[in-house]
């Protein structure tokens, strides 16, 4: 490569460096358009994640509150020890720990026996050679 073209090479590169930050977003912002369609397949993900991991913290906060309809959830107030009777109550059960450990157990169980079992079953349904089988 000659002088002349590191040069020009140089002063291109220079000049969209310089572009400073209008360069920047129009790169992000053709980076965001090549990539739309993969976007487009996280929103399921997204979905689930919102319904199934941050709806239940809302309920949580329920639990916490003295409720009021008109209010709803955020904007009523804090419970007080009236409305933590039920979780005290709970707690104070001679039983409770064994309610915890139970549902511990299930939890487990549950996790050893049918995760490998749902494993076995997809193995067992791509080894069949039925074209039926295998659009399930």
């Given at each position: 490569?000659?002088k002349?073209?590191k040069?020009?090479?140089a002063?291109?590169?220079d000049?969209?460096?310089s572009?400073?930050?209008?360069?920047?977003?129009k790169?992000?912002?053709?980076k965001?358009?090549r990539g739309?369609?993969?976007?487009?397949?996280?929103i399921?993900g997204?979905i689930?994640?919102?319904?199934?991991h941050?709806?239940?913290?809302?309920?949580?906060?329920?639990?916490?509150?003295?409720y009021k309809?008109?209010?709803?959830?955020?904007g009523s107030?804090?419970?007080?020890?009236?409305?933590?009777?039920?979780f005290i109550?709970?707690f104070?059960?001679?039983?409770v720990?064994s309610?915890v450990?139970?549902?511990i157990?299930l939890?487990?169980l549950?996790i050893?026996?049918l995760?490998?079992?749902?494993?076995?079953?997809?193995?067992?349904?791509?080894?069949?050679r039925?074209a039926k089988?295998?659009k399930?």
């Open positions: 490569m000659s002349k073209e040069a020009a090479t002063t291109a590169a000049s969209t460096k572009e400073g930050i209008a360069g920047y977003f790169r992000e912002c053709s965001f358009a739309k369609f993969l976007l487009i397949l996280m399921p997204i689930y994640f919102a319904l199934f941050y709806w239940p913290f809302y309920g949580l906060l329920a639990a916490f509150k003295d309809p008109k209010l709803g959830i955020l107030p804090w419970a007080d020890n009236h409305g933590l009777a039920e109550r709970f104070t059960i001679p039983d720990w309610y450990w139970n549902t157990v939890s487990i549950n050893i026996w995760f490998p079992l749902a494993i076995l079953l997809a193995l067992f349904i791509n080894e069949l039925s089988f295998k399930i």
